[in-house]
């Protein structure tokens, strides 16, 4: 059993940067990979960020490539991801996740967190 709690999130401008963390319960963490994933009012859940169980494979989105970066720490079971360069578009919850698999397929994770909130303001 894996018990995931994010924070970090909070209301920024457009260009800010921001860093989510998920501390993660449990002495397994450094056996799962690790996903951020977000939804914004009205639409579906989607894939942000994945880092694998080593930290040595990370997978992103289109959308944030190059302004997003997923990190971890095994010593500390958290995951962070750190936001750059910031749109109003990023607003969202923002919700990390853990499974064995390093993919961007929601359905293979299998712990959840109770998300955080980010607001970009334009």
């Known amino acids: 059993q894996v018990q995931l709690v994010e924070s970090g999130g909070g209301l920024v401008q457009a260009g800010d940067s921001l860093r989510l963390s998920c501390a993660a319960s449990g002495r397994t963490f450094s056996s799962y990979a690790m996903g951020w994933f977000r939804q914004a009012p009205g639409k579906e859940r989607e894939f942000v960020a994945v880092i694998s169980w080593n930290g040595g494979s990370t997978y992103y989105a289109d959308s944030v490539k190059g302004r997003f970066t997923i990190s971890r720490d095994n010593a500390k079971n958290t995951v962070y991801l750190t936001m750059n360069s910031l749109k109003a578009e990023d607003t969202a919850v923002y919700y990390c996740?853990?499974?064995?698999?390093?993919?961007?397929?929601?359905?293979?994770?299998?712990?959840w967190g109770q998300g955080t909130q980010v607001t970009v303001s334009s």
């Open positions: 996740a853990a499974g064995r698999i390093t993919t961007q397929t929601m359905r293979t994770y299998d712990y």
